[in-house]
């Protein structure tokens, strides 16, 4: 999906990266979203623009049919120099794709109005930017006299007359921060009570208190040093407010019968939220540009001059098909003026855009056309009713005849039992149905069934979501006609169950300790860093699918130990460093031996190198000796005793073993006297 980080101007375009969410990371793709930062006139085969300028001139003295009809197509699609430098800067596989606009404006003014005033009398066009086809917008204008001669001027001096201005919002992800929100609930039930038996509950005031006495907070860390200030701000606002919102769905409750809103007691003392995956914003950019004109030699001297306006029928026709990206193949128009006789057939197709007939208007202005639209290469023909009018411009808007044009859009955020969905759409016109498969790798699908009706019926759908456990979820037939269907996979309940990591022990051989845990299967997995002794977290795990977790030990050289992923039989698990052995030296029992100045211990452990020396002077407390065992959780190590007692020779112990965490130094045993020798005889 788009994200604004790191978005790129490149030679007049603007370039957004594209990325899929990992966890807290974002992975970024080959696709890229581009936009065009001046928006440009169309340009023909032959180098001209799309731009075509109709003069009229009525009878002498009838300054008000004095004017100029123009018709222009203008567009913000990257052209193929455009694309070839993109590729050539950041490689050959990116892959552009256009900007996702979900809503926009289109603006046009000519020589400085917007229409309805003295120099232009209207502006017909979309006002929505849609983006169909290749980003494509035409209008037509209308010009007064004064505006005919103003835009002549500006044409001779080839100065910018048009100006178009595009406003246009698209859905970006937020990636690259983890954020916490928290509320005192305790406290903020307290402030509630005590405003409440003053005003009633107001939910303004309420927060402000809330806020002047910072019983909430909002906490972002950035992630990615290329997210912006302005963005971190933005998502900070967005935290702000829902746990606003959560604070007052946890303080207040359904009005009362005069009007104020209950007070409830919530639960828990505290709220807390974290935020660590990214969260889907809209955005809002401006686009605009000043169009100069260099018009064909004949195109920009088409003056029609007529003695008797009454006596001749002048009508421009305009279609705005998109002949290269929808199924309609041309249009032909069937004229005829009933009062003469006169008729003819205009055809439209990507040739042709613009057409327009002359004859004689007789003694009834009033004419008719019919319109065949042809779809698919069929040999029969989409035949509209005929229409009668007066009007010598015609705008032909035939989108989404005689086809249906749907766009599919599958919500990928919001898939967290599911795979993706399986859309079965169909139509009383067509044999067979139409079947489009959306998941995180292809979000996108677009039906364009042709129908050959007009208007045309609704078309129904029905969509089957897939499981990550392989399960199917088949939806219900519904009927539509809108041309957009956004796909939001249901809400499944999911059992969860809380994993508690506890850490104790001696960490002093330690950095940090690594715990990952997951559902066993699953190729991602959540990991926490655990940095002391006394430390705890909770992971939720699903209930009814067994989950494991594996340690990896970081050493201060840089060292990591792996352990192998371990089944989680019990949902506390024990985080503690193995080989880390603890001894506690007792000397109290030394206190039996008299006159004793000064007690000495040895240790050393089991097949390690390096001998530790404790000394002890009478009433000293007990000591912790602190080693690393050679093979985890295994406690093995030899002691020697040495006692010095004033006016008597040194007692020195044996080396002995123990595997106890509590060494209790006592006396050594005392000699047994020698037996008397037996008498000489």
């Known amino acids: 999906m788009l994200t604004l980080t790191g978005a790129t101007s490149l030679d007049g375009l603007t370039v957004y990266r594209d990325v899929v969410l990992d966890g807290e990371r974002a992975r970024t793709t080959s696709r890229v979203h581009v936009l065009g930062n001046t928006p440009r006139l169309v340009q023909h085969d032959d180098g001209w623009p799309a731009i075509w300028i109709t003069r009229y001139r009525g009878a002498a003295g009838e300054r008000e049919s004095i004017g100029a009809v123009l018709m ?43 229409g309805g005033d003295e120099l232009v009398r209207s502006i017909s066009g979309p006002r929505r930017a849609t983006f169909i086809g290749n980003q494509r917008a035409s209008f037509l204008v209308e010009l007064s006299a004064d505006g005919s001669a103003l ?39 307290t402030v509630l009570a005590d405003r409440s038996a003053v005003v009633p509950p107001d939910s303004a005031a309420i927060l402000g208190t809330i806020r002047e006495r910072q019983l909430t907070g909002v906490a972002v860390e950035v992630l990615d040093p290329a997210v912006d200030e302005e963005t971190v701000e933005r998502m900070r606002d967005v935290a702000q407010q829902a746990v606003d919102a959560a604070v007052l769905g946890s303080l207040l409750g359904p009005p009362d019968e005069h009007g104020n809103p209950t007070i409830l007691h919530p639960p ?58 929808t199924p309609i193949d041309a249009v032909l128009v069937h004229w005829e003026l009933p009062s003469t006789g006169a008729h003819d057939v205009l055809r439209f197709d990507e040739r042709n855009a613009e057409l327009r007939f002359r004859t004689l208007k007789g003694s009834e202005p009033r004419w008719r056309y019919r319109v065949d639209v042809w779809l698919d290469r069929r040999t029969e023909p989409l035949s509209l009713p005929w229409t009668e009018t007066t009007e010598t411009l015609v705008v032909l808007d035939l989108d ?3 086809y249906l044009d749907v766009e599919l859009r599958l919500e990928t955020l919001a898939l967290v039992a599911h795979e993706g969905a399986t859309v079965e759409l169909e139509h ?41 456990d392989g399960s199917r979820s088949v939806g219900e037939w519904e009927e539509r006609s809108a041309r957009s269907l956004v796909l939001v996979p249901p809400e499944v309940p999911v059992a969860r169950s809380e994993v508690l990591l506890i850490s104790v022990g001696s960490f002093d051989d330690l950095v940090l300790v690594l715990c990952a845990l997951r559902q066993q299967g699953a190729e991602r997995s959540d ?56 001894v506690t030296v007792l000397p109290q029992a030394l206190q ?90």
Not at 84 to 113: H, K, N, Q, Y
Not at 167 to 176: A, C, I, P, Q
Not at 537 to 551: D, F, G, V
Not at 627 to 652: K, M
Request: charged share 25%.
């Open 268 to 325: 828990n003392e505290r709220l807390d939220m974290r935020i660590s995956q990214g969260l889907v914003l809209t955005a809002t950019t401006g686009v605009t540009g000043l169009l100069s004109l260099r018009l064909p030699e004949e195109a920009g001297r088409i003056r029609l001059v007529e003695t008797a306006r009454e006596t001749r029928l002048d009508v421009t026709m305009h279609c705005t098909v998109d002949f290269a990206s």
């Open 400 to 402: 989404g005849v005689g």
């Open 151 to 189: 835009l002549d001027q500006v044409l001779e001096r080839e100065l910018p007359a048009i100006h178009v201005g595009y406003e246009l919002s698209f859905r970006h992800v937020v990636s690259g921060l983890r954020i916490q929100a928290w509320a005192d609930l305790a406290a903020a039930t």
């Open 428 to 468: 009383p016109a067509l044999d067979a149905p139409g079947v489009a498969i959306l998941d995180p790798a292809h979000p996108r699908a677009r039906w364009t069934p042709v129908v050959a009706e007009h208007p045309a019926r609704p078309w129904r759908s029905r969509v089957t979501w897939l499981g990550r």
């Open 527 to 582: 990991e926490i860093e655990i940095r002391g002794s006394g430390e705890s977290h909770s992971w939720s795990s699903h209930a009814e699918r067994p989950w494991e977790y594996q340690l990896t030990r970081v050493r201060p050289d840089g060292t990591r130990e792996v352990d192998p992923w371990q089944p989680g039989d019990d949902p506390v698990v024990v985080v503690r460093d193995p080989f880390a052995a603890v």
């Open 72 to 114: 222009l197509t203008v567009e913000l699609a990257p052209t193929e120099d455009e694309l070839a430098a993109l590729r050539e800067a950041l490689g050959a596989e990116v892959e552009p794709m256009a900007l996702d606009v979900v809503d926009g404006t289109i603006t046009l003014s000519v020589v400085g109005s917007s």
């Open 592 to 681: 039996a031996t008299p006159n004793w100045v000064v007690a000495q211990v040895l240790l050393r452990p089991v097949g390690a190198v390096g001998t530790t020396l404790l000394t002890f002077r009478r009433g000293d407390p007990e000591r912790v000796w602190r080693f690393r065992s050679p093979v985890p959780d295994q406690l093995a190590y030899e002691y020697r005793r040495i006692l010095v007692t004033p006016g008597a020779p040194r007692v020195e112990g044996e080396w002995t073993p123990s595997s106890s965490p509590v060494l209790v130094l006592r006396p050594p045993a005392q000699p047994s006297p020698a037996p008397p020798e037996p008498p000489s005889p």
